[in-house]
Nanobody, 118 residues
Framework: QVQLVESGGGLVQAGGSLKLSCAASGSISSINAMGWYRQAPGKQRELVARKTTGGRTNYADSVKGRFTISRDNAKNTVTLQMNSLKPEDTAVYYC????????????WGQGTQVTVSS
């Protein structure tokens, strides 16, 4: 059984910063990639940032230059540093991991709320 446990999130004023963290645990053989997605009310879930174990990184255009994703491959963790937050960043943020345990599958965290007030 694999679990993704998220921490961080909360309420912040526009221009502020927040940091999200996620740890994967369980019978994990290896991790291909970990990342963050978000879903705002009435909208589809979208990719925010994703980083492969090899180091390749993808960001949504809307967060480039403001958010930074990092991973600790040894600890199976991923963090998202969010700076210069905007009200449009308000959403539930979900941690995601594509991993072998032992078969390949994609796993999700429970989600954490980020609210940016104007």
């Amino acid at each position: 059984q694999v679990q993704l446990v998220e921490s961080g999130g909360g309420l912040v004023q526009a221009g502020g910063s927040l940091k999200l963290s996620c740890a994967a645990s369980g019978s994990i053989s290896s991790i291909n990639a970990m990342g963050w997605y978000r879903q705002a009310p009435g909208k589809q879930r979208e990719l925010v940032a994703r980083k492969t174990t090899g180091g390749r990184t993808n960001y949504a255009d809307s967060v480039k230059g403001r958010f930074t994703i990092s991973r600790d491959n040894a600890k199976n963790t991923v963090t998202l540093q969010m700076n210069s937050l905007k009200p449009e960043d308000t959403a539930v943020y979900y941690c995601n991991a594509d991993l072998w345990a032992p078969s390949f599958s994609s796993y999700w965290g429970q989600g954490t709320q980020v609210t940016v007030s104007s």
